[in-house]
Nanobody, 126 residues
Framework: QVQLVESGGGLVQAGGSLRLSCAAS????????MAWFRQAPGKEREFVAGITRSGGRRGYADSVKGRFTISRDSAKNTVYLQMNSLKPEDTAVYYCAADGTLRTQIPIGIIFYDYWGQGTQVTVSS
């Protein structure tokens, strides 16, 4: 069982930045690929960014490419999402997720992730 706890959400003006953190309880954090998803009111949960077990590869949704950066710190069992140039359409609850299956690609579907955090609210005002 892996517990994921997100933090760092809040209210920010358009053009501003936030950094989300996700702390994992897993003793073998490096055995999990990690990802961030988000869900806006009335919309389905969608993939935002993912990173492989080693951190060597990263993937992003087209809507956040060039603005968001995912990273991981194995010493701290933590994955981060640096969000710059935020837009009102980035407003959502952001979720951290862990995938324990070794894959050749970073999955973007919810079904591929075994563990989820409780989410953190990000609100971008115009």
């Amino acid at each position: 069982q892996v517990q994921l706890v997100e933090s760092g959400g809040g209210l920010v003006q358009a053009g501003g930045s936030l950094r989300l953190s996700c702390a994992a309880s897993a003793r073998t954090f490096s055995n999990y690929a990690m990802a961030w998803f988000r869900q806006a009111p009335g919309k389905e949960r969608e993939f935002v960014a993912g990173i492989t077990r080693s951190g060597g590869r990263r993937g992003y949704a087209d809507s956040v490419k060039g603005r968001f950066t995912i990273s991981r710190d194995s010493a701290k069992n933590t994955v981060y999402l640096q969000m710059n140039s935020l837009k009102p359409e980035d407003t959502a609850v952001y979720y951290c997720a862990a995938d324990g299956t070794l894959r050749t690609q970073i999955p973007i579907g919810i079904i591929f992730y075994d563990y989820w955090g409780q989410g953190t609210q990000v609100t971008v005002s115009s």
